[in-house]
């Protein structure tokens, strides 16, 4: 069965282990709170809301959304900040595999509100795929950047940029 946490909502638990097809969603405004979170194969996790623990992706796993966790994310699947689009908050480490794919859509120059961003507030470790798109007929003009990820230190960088000109990417 899937997790929804709706909006004022405060789930605390020892721990959520989601595998197989599934989506745990944490709604705008919603807070849980958990020891750990081990997000399995085939399994999403999205966060609009707050989540306050650790996250342990396996490859195939799926984090998406635009809210804030508050703790470290090891991840072997894939993230894909935002909606249409947004900004995903990490407020720990981001640990990125091999395996790992971080996805962004970009439909204009505004930050947030026409591309996906990322904003981790620790250390990022690169590792894996970058996957860009453009949505909604959007074409970038000579000169146009986008700084999808920001971050307070990096180590490492992607293996692979994937998708439209990831020159563009800062």
Known sequence: ADLIVKPSGLVSIDSVYRQGAGTSTIESGATLIADSISIGSGSFLTCNGTVNSAIDMTNGSHLTGSGSINGNVVCSGSISPGGVPGKLTINGNLTLADSSICEFEISGTTPVTQYDKLAVNGNVVLNGACSVTYVNLFEPIVGDTFK???????????????????SLIG
Not at 148 to 157: L, N, T
Request: aromatic content about 10%; cysteine-free.
């Open 148 to 166: 999808v990820i920001d971050y307070s230190s990096h180590s490492g960088a992607f293996d692979k940029l994937q998708g439209a000109d990831t």
